[in-house]
């Protein structure tokens, strides 16, 4: 199932975009879901954060550390 997100934009944007043969709908749909994964991370890191200011943040570093290694 999807949604439906209707914007309304400038006519002459809209003659400026009719210029080009892109599928807007498919670049807006990208953009849009980059920017919900940055929000996603923003809490992530805000909840890390408020988590080591209680000091109830564990972190293993093992998996990074042997990526690391294995890397090099």
């Known amino acids: 199932m999807s949604g439906l997100i209707t914007v ?12 080009y043969k892109v599928n807007w709908s498919d670049r807006i749909r990208i ?6 994964k940055q929000f996603e991370l923003l809490d992530f890191l805000e909840g890390k954060a408020e988590g080591i200011k209680r000091g109830k943040t564990h972190a293993d570093s093992t998996a990074m550390i042997r990526e690391d290694r294995d890397s090099r």
């Open 8 to 19: 309304r934009i400038p006519d002459d944007l809209q003659a400026q975009m009719k210029k």
């Open 31 to 36: 953009y849009l879901e980059a920017q919900v």
